[in-house]
């Protein structure tokens, strides 16, 4: 925006009248609404818009759960920065980390299923996290990229998967499975 003057006259420098004139477009939330700028921002996450989803392989003990939620919760915010909020502070004025805007929903399913899930995520082109059997063998980012590469999408074994996406698309692709217990 600009701020051009509109009184102002050579022999008058005192005015202070002021328009505010709007050099582009409007940038829109998904239903046409002005977008949120950073004083703006709402305190709450429209449910209605996207959805995380955690799916876990139900025979896991508690243990692997625990890391593999971990893993791939962490994989969605790399993938997506705006998933995540501003940082916290204490009213004794410690900072703490920021954290995902929105719930992250954690289901579970047997192995068929949650091959079904991982199979309609990426067919619907959601961003997609997984967690294979084999890493929990090896150390290191490198060696677990290395043993997604070394196995074809369909002979994964998957333990968990991660799906972030519209709402309604999230939902779908997760069909078969049940919330967490």
Same mark, same amino acid.
């Given at each position: 925006?600009?701020?051009?003057?509109?009184?102002?006259?050579?022999?008058?420098?005192?005015?202070?009248?002021?328009? *505010?004139? #709007?050099?582009?477009?409007?940038?829109?939330?998904? %239903?046409?609404?002005?977008?949120?700028?950073?004083?703006?921002?709402?305190?709450?996450?429209?449910?209605?818009?996207?959805?995380?989803? *955690?799916?876990?392989?139900?025979?896991?003990?508690?243990?692997?759960?625990?890391? +593999?939620?971990?893993?791939?919760?962490?994989?969605? @915010?790399?993938?997506?920065?705006?998933?995540?909020?501003?940082?916290?502070?204490?009213?004794?004025?410690?900072?703490? @980390?920021?954290?995902?805007?929105?719930? *992250?929903?954690?289901?579970?399913?047997?192995?068929?299923?949650? %091959?079904? @899930?991982?199979?309609?995520?990426?067919?619907?082109?959601?961003?997609?996290?997984?967690?294979?059997?084999? =890493?929990?063998?090896?150390?290191? #980012?490198?060696?677990?990229?290395? @043993? +997604? %590469?070394?196995?074809?999408?369909?002979?994964? #074994? =998957? +333990?968990?998967?991660?799906?972030?996406?519209?709402?309604?698309? +999230?939902? %779908?692709? =997760?069909?078969?499975?049940?919330?967490?217990?």
């Amino acid at each position: 925006m600009i701020t051009t003057p509109t009184d102002a006259t050579p022999t008058d420098t005192t005015s202070t009248d002021t328009r *505010v004139t #709007d050099t582009g477009p409007t940038d829109t939330g998904p %239903r046409g609404e002005p977008a949120p700028g950073p004083a703006e921002e709402p305190a709450r996450f429209d449910p209605r818009a996207t959805r995380i989803a *955690v799916v876990l392989r139900e025979d896991l003990p508690v243990w692997q759960r625990l890391n +593999v939620t971990a893993f791939l919760s962490g994989g969605l @915010a790399g993938a997506h920065p705006g998933l995540i909020g501003e940082p916290y502070e204490d009213a004794d004025g410690t900072r703490y @980390a920021a954290m995902f805007r929105q719930p *992250v929903v954690v289901r579970e399913a047997d192995g068929e299923a949650l %091959r079904a @899930a991982h199979r309609r995520a990426v067919d619907r082109g959601l961003t997609v996290a997984v967690f294979t059997a084999d =890493l929990f063998a090896t150390g290191n #980012d490198r060696d677990n990229r290395a @043993a +997604v %590469r070394g196995v074809p999408r369909d002979r994964l #074994d =998957l +333990v968990g998967l991660a799906v972030h996406g519209p709402r309604n698309a +999230v939902d %779908r692709a =997760l069909k078969g499975t049940r919330m967490h217990s």
